[in-house]
């Protein structure tokens, strides 16, 4: 019994660090290892070093190098596919021409997908890219406003593996990520979704033996930092307060707090709430 409570934590927990809401934008990649569109070409080269397999991925302009993306590692050739793609989805608009999406996972071990969104029109701009905001794991798109204009979703990382937290028992949750026209950009904007995310409660762990692999932590952080992520910090700390059990509350919370200010996504969302405030 204890051993299919274990499994069953884990396959919720792994479905939890994906992007469950909108569509996954791994339905839009090309098998192709050359594509041209409006006037640009995506080039997926695969080599192999000592029973390793490599993709990597070229974007040009005729023959001029835009941008040579960081290298994906897989076990087999056939995998390639997975960790190394690219493909072309309306994100900006309903219909019409397409965004173009890059995927590479040079960090196999831990699935930590970088994505890399393009617009073409009027002229070839950057507007998301995973590494800028340290998320991971597959990026989804939702129209959560109904307005043709997809939001992006992602996995935040910045609480995988925190403290004595373990992968399986860590905080994670997705990122809502809204298209700014004005700047041409995608920003995160939790605050800006409270009926998506920051008002789940999850159910509080009890605490093990020294809150062994982090259990309690974990289920704490789980409820916290989307409410705190949302803009919702008043009610956040509050939950902590009242329900973190275990002696070193104090010097934990200043450990949230710092992990928190580090992660690019909660400092964006919290200067941009602190503006609405003002």
């Not at 274990?6 to 469950?20: D, E, K, M």
């Not at 008002?199 to 062994?212: I, V």
């Not at 939950?239 to 450990?255: R, S």
Request: aromatic content about 14%; some cysteine; charged content about 25%.
């Amino acid at each position: 019994m204890k051993s299919n409570k274990i499994l069953y934590t884990l396959f919720f927990v792994i479905l939890r660090g994906s992007c469950l809401s909108g569509d996954s934008l791994d339905r839009y990649m090309l098998g192709e290892n050359v594509f041209s569109y409006e006037g640009y070409t995506i080039e997926r080269k695969t080599t192999e070093e000592k029973g390793v397999f490599y993709g990597s991925i070229k974007l040009l302009k005729g023959s001029a190098l835009i941008r040579e993306f960081p290298k994906a590692r897989a076990g087999t050739k056939e995998n390639i596919k997975n960790v190394s793609a690219f493909g072309l989805a309306n994100i900006l608009k309903k219909e019409g021409k397409k965004e173009l999406v890059i995927k590479s996972c040079p960090t196999p071990g831990v699935k930590k997908y970088f994505y890399w969104v393009y617009t073409l029109e009027p002229e070839l701009r950057l507007i998301f890219a995973t590494e800028k905001w340290q998320t991971g794991f597959v990026l989804g798109m939702d129209d959560i406003d109904n307005d043709n204009v997809k939001e992006l979703l992602q996995t935040n990382l910045a609480f995988d593996s925190f403290e004595r937290c373990t992968h399986v028992t860590s905080a994670i949750f997705d990122i809502y990520f809204k298209y700014d026209p004005a700047r041409g950009e995608y920003f995160p904007a939790n605050h800006l979704y409270k009926q998506m995310v920051g008002n789940d409660f999850w159910t509080k762990e009890p605490l093990n033996n020294k809150d062994r692999a982090g259990v309690h932590l974990g289920s704490i952080l789980k409820t916290l930092l989307p409410l705190a992520y949302s803009g919702q910090e008043k009610e956040a700390w509050n939950y902590y307060d009242n329900d973190y059990a275990l002696v070193d509350k104090a010097t934990m919370k200043e450990k949230i707090k710092l992990r928190m200010q580090a992660d690019p996504a909660y400092k964006y969302i919290q200067t941009a709430v602190t503006s609405e405030r003002k």
